[in-house]
């Protein structure tokens, strides 16, 4: 249902007679006592359709409220005045006829028809100014075009995605609702209005991807906002795009993945390390393990039994390895046979029983007759305080003077 604002401070028989002749059309009326009222009202509510001014000349704050609705009028999109006036104050009121203001109307209106045409008439003429023909030729596209006012609230959609909750209701309108009005992912709600008052704000368009996950379909969705200026050069409101990216998008992150990953055993590879390396920790990370691996006698099954034979032997040694690290852990092949841990939230203890947990699983491995066996060592990263290089060292040595005691032991045995 379409809403008008009535601005009215005296109720008289012919103000009276206005409210009952729209309230029998199909608008909701809504009335104020005063134009701060109005001012408020507006500041809450997008989706006026038209104001109706009593007697502006006899209101307190007129002027201000039309700066207001002049401002707050979006690109394309115009909230317009009509004065309803009388004899002795029709001249006054005239004055103000310009910008929102675009027609007046004496009382008493002896008809319904004549205030109802009225209203009807300029209502057809701003939709047409204000894109109705325009706005069904962007609803072809695949793409959403979306306008915002400058409080950041819905003005014109041309698509209505899955991705909103519009309660199923046929008569539902997008026009001055916020994306947590309307949005089912409400985290994505947050994250745009956050983006949109830096946008209103600096003035500065903005694009990014999200990855929306309704209904069961997972989405990748780009957006493109720009600021609309007024004459002033001031931010009045945003224009805006979204593309479905989502086979672009997963195609990137496949080649990205693909870039950062060891083929063979699918831990990262050592670029990732580097990088994962020069960004750090923050504190909620600490403590952090670092676990050195290193698979023992590779070049024997290599010489023995062929390479695939490695690679297999490495295969076994990642799987005792990934299997024990926790969801949290992360692993990375650095060299040929060589591989790190990182187990944010790791202090000595837990790391122990991880690395105890692994050599369990690969002393009950066995390829080829030979039995699979990983050295292993491990440092922790307490705070910002212990430099990255230092415990990397640290975790090598643990790991090397384990490889030590293996050979030792094997020396022993024979």
Known sequence: MKTI????????????????????????????????????????????????MDTPSELTGVNELIDQVNYANSFLFMTPILIVSDRDHLTQDLEYLG?????????????????????DN????????????????????????YLKDHYGRYV???????????GNDPNWTIRGKTDLDIRKDKENAKLAMESDKRLLASGKGTSYVIEENQDGIQEYLQLIKEPLFNENHEVKGII????????????RRQLEELSITDKLTGAYNRTCFETTIEEGFTEKDFPVCILSADCDDLKVMNDTNGHLAGDEYILASVRAIRDHIGSEGTLYRTGGDEFIAILPHTDKTKAEEVIASIRKA???????GQPVRLSLGYALLEDTDETL?????????????DKRSHKQQICTKV
């Open 5 to 52: 604002l009535y601005i009215c401070e005296n109720s008289t028989e012919d103000t009276e007679q206005v409210e009952r002749y729209i309230e029998e059309d199909e608008y909701r009326i809504i009335r104020c006592l005063s134009c701060e009222e109005a001012k408020t009202l507006l500041d809450e509510k997008n989706d006026i359709t038209i104001i109706l």
């Open 156 to 166: 014109f959609s041309s698509q209505t995605w899955h991705h909103l909750d519009t």
């Open 240 to 251: 805006a795009l979204i593309n479905n990216v989502t086979e672009q998008e997963r195609m």
């Open 122 to 145: 300029i209502e057809k003429f701003f939709q047409s100014v204000s894109f109705s023909d325009f706005a069904a030729m962007l609803r072809v596209l695949p793409a959403n075009i």
């Open 362 to 368: 690969v002393s009950e491995i066995q390829m080829y």
């Open 389 to 401: 290089v230092t415990v990397l060292r640290e975790a090598d040595e643990s790991m090397y003077r």
């Open 99 to 119: 910008g929102p203001v675009v027609d007046v109307i004496s009382k008493p209106v002896h008809h319904p028809k004549i205030l109802l045409n009225r209203i």
